[in-house]
């Protein structure tokens, strides 16, 4: 049985869940700390009173006009079938119990020591947790799979990693979660985030399609 953290839908949001990307300062996480729990996820996935708390990490390499993004396509036969053969901005995962023993918690919290394993175990990156700066939410309730979960989206600056932009896009692609790995220039993400924009023709999965309208445009 697997479990991952989760909050209370009410906590998170007292009033009605406001939806699509969320300024920094929207949603206080300190505040409902003592209300997160660790569940089982099959039963959670079915249940949207309940919020599974996901660090989503994007990707930054270049200034200004420069800027690019390290996006992905999800394989076909991807854990999350939801998800499967969609292309993503943000690599990331629930946040287990496994990740209470980590020493990252202590100086950070348990959400960034997530952030930090999901991008190694994802990505083979590890450029340290001061390339990490919080960006905002993600909240949808538009689809059944971004309806019980709760996005915290970091923007991670690879600018200090050695290496070349294919270097770092072939250890990427040499992981088990994408099918292909691109560098796409920011000021192109803003016309590919309608479905069959994205390249080969393929469609950005909900959440990203948020971060590119919320974040990037």
Known sequence: MRVILVVERKHLFPGLSPQGFLGAAAVDLEAVVHRLFFAERDYMEQNSHYKQIIPYL?????????????CYQRRTKHTEQRLGGLWSVGFGGHIEPLDRADQQIAANGLIMATAVREL??????????????????????????????????????????????DEIMQLVSSQSEPHQALWIPVCKLAGMAGPKNGPDEGSFEDWSRIAIEGILV
């Open 58 to 70: 994007m990707l930054h390499r270049g200034q200004g006009d420069e800027a690019r993004i390290l």
């Open 120 to 165: 190694e175990e994802e990505t083979g990156l590890n450029p340290g947790t001061g390339a990490f700066s919080l960006a905002g939410f993600i909240n949808s309730d538009s689809e059944d799979v971004s309806s019980v979960h709760f996005g915290v989206v970091f923007r991670v600056d690879l600018n200090g990693l050695p290496g070349s932009d």
